[in-house]
């Protein structure tokens, strides 16, 4: 199995001056540990920290110096967590910053573990029950100017066309004789994205997301959010489920199967075309783990779609 892990840099690798504006923003003295925390992509830092007097936070700093990539979305992060109804199920923003050199999220530091993998059944229920509610709470979006699902997801469905342009050598045969039949899917994905007022994660899986110890749900790291439809985190969690291993049934109930086998069709064009990529700067594990879920979802897309 291949994690969602990168390359980070941690506390101890922040300026003085950044560490200083992050413990002023948290309370309570200078930062006594710092424990960095694995998932995701980011070369910035993802730690839990604790002060001299016992206030905790949980802290992300990114520069583009690192990847300028990841500080667009920090900052993304950044404008999104803060404008989060309070009773979302989403980390509180104790604060932050951008001086054009770093950029800073000091969040809620949520006492939970990250849901198990393989899924179990009931993680599975309880963040299908909790996606209805985030997705109820989120409607209409509490953010304006965001960019729509569409603008954000249609690109990456398309990416069978490339593919099927000039086929690689290791796409798996099935793929390539039913590169028409993928293509078609993924069609139908890009229109059903297209509609809804909701404010959407789009990259759930379950290293973004706790457990906290009472059993409720939080979902974390909001870069990518934007305008949707309210299902559509359903069915992209549902993807992190086939490809970890479990049910995705009670993501997907009520949902039409066609849509949900077009959104997964055109993730999977995503996966098999990124992974083919040159890795980006400072993320050098990204595409095995592209890889890895692309190759997860065809045999899936394979029961759906038949010989």
């Known amino acids: 199995m291949v994690v969602a892990s990168g390359v980070r840099i941690g506390w101890e690798d922040l300026p003085g001056p950044v560490r200083h504006e992050i413990e002023e923003i948290i309370g309570g003295g200078r930062v006594v540990t710092a424990q960095s925390q694995a998932g ?38 950044l404008r999104i967590t803060a404008a989060l109804p309070a009773h979302a199920p989403a980390p509180r923003m104790l604060g932050g910053f951008d001086d054009g050199e770093w950029v800073v999220l000091v969040l809620e530091d949520v006492a939970g573990a990250h849901p198990r993998t393989p899924w179990v059944e009931s993680e599975i229920a309880a963040a299908a029950t909790a996606l209805r509610d985030l997705a109820a709470t989120l409607t209409p979006a509490p953010v304006e100017g965001l960019s729509t699902a569409a603008d954000r997801l249609a690109p990456s469905f398309a990416r ?58 939080v979902f974390v790291d909001w870069p990518w959010g934007c305008v949707g439809p309210a299902w559509l985190d359903s069915v992209l969690l549902a993807i992190n489920v086939i490809v970890h291993g479990g049910d995705p049934g009670p993501l997907l109930a009520g949902i039409d199967p066609d849509v949900v086998v077009g959104v997964i069709a055109g993730a999977a064009a995503y996966f098999h075309h990124s992974c083919r990529q040159p890795p980006p700067p400072g993320l050098p594990t990204v595409r095995a783990f592209q890889r890895f879920q692309g190759d997860a979802l065809l045999p899936w897309l394979r029961d759906a779609l038949g010989d």
Do not use: C, M
């Open 160 to 217: 069978w066309d490339d593919l099927a342009a000039g086929p690689p050598d290791d796409l798996d045969p099935w793929a390539v004789r039913r590169l028409g039949v993928l293509r078609a899917a993924a069609g139908r994905g890009n229109v059903a994205i297209s509609t809804g007022t909701t404010l959407v994660h789009t990259d759930l899986r379950a290293d973004n997301i706790l457990v906290r110890p009472d059993g409720r749900l």
């Open 40 to 77: 995701g992509f980011s070369p910035g830092t993802a730690d839990r920290v604790r002060t001299v007097s016992g206030a905790r936070a949980f802290v992300k700093a990114v520069t583009p110096a690192l990847n300028e990539d990841s500080a667009v979305l920090a900052r993304q992060e």
